[in-house]
């Protein structure tokens, strides 16, 4: 078959409209005037508004040999930067560029095409927070387009409706197939349109519409594709009369593979042993770009994450992505399943299921939904009574899930968001932001919570912002959400930079261990500072004696009031037993729950830490300044002084200088942070 003839076709449509009210022949005017700019790099970024104007670059760019990398006009500058950490690109047009052009009065013609090399690169969204660069050929736009055009018999005298973005391959091909057809597209539903792509969420909205459910009525091919056509909706819609067509396709095939089942013309579609859909023909895209590097599909069967079966009839059938389905308890979860229950619920509009790591269960699955007076234990209950227990989500969280310029949200987007809810609800914390301020991150004792450092924090002298944490089992962090020392520091950590990437810290007593380590392994900070902190045991046998004391710490006590009065006989209090704060806090504290402070000891006892030798070692290496301050009072503490290079000493202070001395500390803390 010969290459596709762009000068022809585009005198044999010259004076059909094709975007809106423009012609195909002020198309090919302005394609003109835009192929007169030379362009030095391979790949040029469009990040474009007007779908009108995208069209315009891409076909300027393909007569110059040149790759069109396709971008949202809504991405953010680091997000930018992300996406050139895939594919490097230095050029981006937006549409401001096109108010310079100058309209062409050259007579023009397309150069020569080259079918089968890169024209444009398409960023997968995916399941994963780092996007792919699909690469798609000039054939694999060609074929796409018109296999879709012969299934359907699309004519030149009928309009597609623009409801896609354009950066992704839906939109995409959406705009490629009115331009193979020699037809029109638009971009208001009140103009006749004979083909539109519609999510579910989208179709469900229309139908409810009573206006544009008379648009879809009217309309000859409804595509439905990008998320499940459930049950419910599918039949509202039959009930209407309208004309579905549920589709299957990627960016790696150049959109559409299936329709209702059936294989459209150019493309090839089987299934593996395990079920697994393999793809090849002339839809199929080159490659990938990510991390810089270019790998090619082949020409072999392109593997797919996506599962189907083979009807009887030979028609195909999705039946779930694999790379959504996680394991939480040894039990497979499908998400997809789970979430067409929840929609099902009428106080629900949307909802999905997210899976993060996490140490007990493996994967925990953390359900996002949004809905109308429903309450997270509501929905629980009612998922309860339609789902196997290990089908229901842990943790529940009601939050918009309408992300602007997407149609439907990326679950790489759901994910990060479902990991930083699920944070913020097992921590109990406060953060005290000030714009273009350092942070500083406070770590309280045993038995002390995220109040502990307040007073201090109020009266250290110039501008930080504040993160106050309770530790697991204090204050209201349940310990019940850790499952180990080691978890306790990688949930401290995804926590903390949800917030701050480099911060200062604080650490008091055991707070303080706790923020070396965190700062030894998992956050460099810009300093540390510690009070009255041990720095570890001097043999495994002085640990394993001093893990098993501070098991049984509790074990003669049953209610806090009376573990609180035997603690604080110990002589590293005087001082703060003395203090006039003290019996106020005492009464606090003998409200919270023992069996908290008690199960947290499995975790954070010092048994549990390094031994001294190991951590003076690192604290030798370490590239960050520590600061030390101790009681004078405080004789056993005292001795930790002569490891660090810069020390401070509190006259008439013992054990707790944050309780009895605030305002030194606040002195001590604002000229160390200066």
Same mark, same amino acid.
């Given at each position: 078959?010969?290459?596709?003839?762009?000068?022809?076709?585009?005198?044999?449509?010259?004076?059909?409209?094709?975007?809106?009210?423009?012609?195909?022949?002020?198309?090919?005017?302005?394609?003109?005037?835009?192929?007169?700019?030379?362009?030095?790099?391979?790949?040029?970024?469009?990040?474009?508004?007007?779908?009108?104007?995208?069209?315009?670059?891409?076909?300027?760019?393909?007569?110059?040999?040149?790759?069109?990398?396709?971008?949202?006009?809504?991405?953010?500058?680091?997000?930018?930067?992300?996406?050139?950490?895939?594919?490097?690109?230095?050029?981006?047009?937006?549409?401001?560029?096109?108010?310079?052009?100058?309209?062409?009065?050259?007579? &023009?013609?397309?150069?020569?095409?080259?079918?089968?090399?890169?024209?444009?690169?398409?960023?997968?969204?995916?399941?994963?927070?780092?996007?792919?660069?699909?690469?798609?050929?000039?054939?694999?736009?060609?074929?796409?387009?018109?296999? @879709?055009?012969?299934?359907?018999?699309?004519?030149?005298?009928?309009?597609?409706?623009?409801?896609?973005?354009?950066?992704?391959?839906?939109?995409?091909?959406?705009?490629?197939?009115?331009?193979?057809?020699?037809?029109?597209?638009?971009?208001?539903?009140?103009?006749?349109?004979? !083909? /539109?792509?519609?999510?579910?969420?989208?179709?469900?909205?229309?139908?409810?519409?009573?206006?544009?459910?008379?648009?879809?009525?009217?309309?000859?091919?409804?595509? /439905?594709?990008?998320?499940?056509?459930?049950?419910?909706?599918?039949?509202?819609?039959?009930?209407?009369?309208?004309?579905? @067509?549920?589709?299957?396709?990627?960016?790696?095939?150049?959109?559409?593979?299936?329709?209702?089942?059936?294989?459209?013309?150019?493309?090839?579609?089987?299934?593996?042993?395990?079920?697994?859909?393999?793809?090849?023909?002339?839809?199929?895209?080159?490659?990938?770009?990510?991390?810089?590097?270019?790998?090619?599909?082949?020409?072999?069967?392109?593997?797919?994450?996506?599962?189907?079966?083979?009807?009887?009839?030979?028609?195909?059938?999705?039946?779930?992505?694999?790379?959504?389905?996680?394991?939480?308890?040894?039990?497979?979860?499908?998400?997809?399943?789970?979430?067409?229950?929840?929609?099902?619920?009428?106080?629900?509009?949307?909802?999905?299921?997210?899976?993060?790591?996490?140490?007990?269960?493996?994967?925990?699955?953390?359900?996002?939904?949004?809905?109308?007076? /429903?309450?997270?234990?509501?929905?629980?209950?009612?998922?309860?009574?339609?789902?196997?227990?290990?089908?229901?989500?842990?943790?529940f969280f009601q939050t918009l899930l309408n992300f602007e310029g997407q149609l439907k949200p990326r679950r790489s987007q759901l994910k990060i968001l479902a990991h930083e809810l699920y944070l913020k609800s097992i921590f109990s914390f406060d953060y005290e932001k000030k714009e273009n301020s350092e942070t500083i991150v406070f770590f309280h004792g045993f038995l002390g919570d995220k109040e502990d450092f307040k007073k201090i924090a109020q009266n250290i002298t110039g501008d930080f912002s504040f993160l106050f944490i309770s530790l697991p089992g204090h204050g209201e962090t349940k310990i019940e959400?850790?499952?180990?020392?080691?978890?306790? &520091?990688?949930?401290?950590?995804?926590?903390?930079?949800?917030?701050?990437?480099?911060?200062? !810290?604080?650490?008091?007593?055991?707070?303080?261990?706790?923020?070396?380590?965190?700062?030894?392994?998992?956050?460099?900070?810009?300093?540390?500072?510690?009070?009255?902190?041990?720095?570890?045991?001097?043999?495994?046998?002085?640990?394993?004696?001093?893990?098993?004391?501070?098991?049984?710490?509790?074990?003669?006590?049953?209610?806090?009031?009376?573990?609180?009065?035997?603690?604080?006989?110990?002589?590293?209090?005087?001082?703060?037993?003395?203090?006039?704060?003290?019996?106020?806090?005492?009464?606090?504290?003998?409200?919270?729950? #023992?069996?908290?402070?008690?199960?947290?000891?499995?975790?954070?006892?010092?048994?549990?830490?390094?031994?001294?030798?190991?951590?003076?070692? #690192?604290?030798?290496?370490?590239?960050?300044?520590?600061?030390?301050?101790?009681?004078?009072?405080?004789?056993?503490?005292?001795?930790?002084?002569?490891?660090?290079?810069?020390?401070?000493? /509190?006259?008439?202070?013992?054990?707790?200088?944050?309780?009895?001395?605030?305002?030194?500390?606040?002195?001590?803390?604002?000229?160390?942070?200066?």
């Open positions: 078959m010969k290459p596709f003839d762009l000068n022809q076709h585009f005198k044999t449509v010259s004076q059909n409209l094709f975007f809106n009210e423009k012609t195909y022949a002020d198309l090919l005017k302005d394609v003109a005037a835009f192929s007169q700019i030379p362009f030095i790099e391979t790949h040029i970024a469009l990040q474009l508004n007007s779908t009108y104007y995208l069209m315009v670059a891409l076909l300027g760019l393909i007569n110059q040999k040149k790759t069109a990398i396709l971008i949202s006009p809504l991405e953010t500058n680091s997000s930018l930067e992300r996406l050139k950490e895939q594919i490097d690109f230095k050029t981006i047009i937006n549409d401001q560029y096109f108010d310079s052009l100058n309209i062409s009065i050259i007579p &023009f013609s397309f150069s020569p095409l080259s079918p089968d090399e890169e024209a444009v690169i398409v960023f997968s969204s995916g399941t994963t927070n780092t996007s792919k660069g699909v690469v798609l050929s000039f054939n694999n736009l060609y074929f796409s387009a018109l296999g @879709f055009i012969e299934f359907f018999k699309q004519k030149e005298t009928e309009t597609t409706l623009m409801n896609l973005p354009h950066n992704h391959v839906g939109g995409l091909m959406s705009l490629w197939r009115c331009f193979f057809s020699g037809g029109r597209l638009v971009t208001e539903d009140s103009i006749h349109f004979d !083909f /539109i792509s519609l999510v579910p969420l989208q179709l469900k909205r229309w139908i409810e519409n009573p206006t544009k459910l008379d648009y879809l009525k009217s309309c000859r091919v409804i595509l /439905i594709g990008g998320a499940p056509l459930f049950i419910e909706l599918k039949q509202s819609a039959q009930l209407a009369g309208l004309n579905l @067509f549920e589709t299957y396709g990627m960016s790696e095939s150049t959109s559409l593979v299936t329709i209702n089942g059936e294989i459209l013309p150019y493309r090839e579609v089987t299934l593996d042993a395990d079920g697994f859909f393999l793809i090849k023909g002339k839809i199929l895209s080159l490659g990938y770009y990510q991390n810089q590097n270019f790998k090619a599909h082949g020409p072999d069967w392109f593997k797919t994450n996506d599962q189907g079966i083979k009807l009887s009839n030979g028609l195909y059938c999705f039946k779930n992505r694999a790379d959504l389905i996680f394991i939480s308890g040894g039990e497979n979860i499908n998400p997809l399943m789970v979430e067409e229950i929840a929609r099902k619920h009428p106080a629900i509009t949307d909802a999905y299921l997210l899976s993060i790591t996490d140490e007990k269960w493996g994967e925990l699955g953390i359900m996002l939904y949004q809905g109308n007076n /429903i309450s997270s234990n509501e929905l629980k209950e009612y998922l309860k009574t339609q789902l196997h227990p290990h089908l229901v989500p842990k943790f959400n850790f499952y180990s020392l080691l978890d306790i &520091f990688k949930k401290l950590e995804f926590f903390i930079r949800l917030f701050v990437n480099t911060p200062h !810290f604080y650490g008091y007593s055991m707070g303080g261990r706790i923020a070396l380590q965190l700062a030894f392994h998992y956050i460099v900070p810009k300093s540390l500072i510690l009070e009255s902190t041990g720095l570890g045991l001097k043999s495994t046998e002085e640990k394993k004696e001093r893990y098993s004391q501070d098991l049984n710490l509790f074990s003669s006590h049953t209610i806090a009031s009376t573990f609180l009065k035997q603690w604080y006989q110990n002589s590293l209090f005087d001082i703060y037993r003395r203090h006039e704060s003290f019996n106020r806090e005492i009464q606090k504290k003998s409200l919270h729950p #023992l069996l908290q402070w008690r199960e947290s000891q499995k975790y954070l006892s010092q048994g549990f830490f390094p031994l001294l030798n190991e951590n003076i070692k #690192l604290i030798k290496k370490c590239t960050f300044p520590i600061f030390y301050i101790y009681g004078s009072e405080d004789k056993k503490y005292q001795e930790f002084a002569q490891y660090f290079q810069a020390s401070t000493v /509190i006259p008439g202070a013992g054990h707790n200088p944050n309780k009895t001395h605030p305002l030194e500390i606040a002195k001590i803390a604002s000229k160390k942070l200066k």
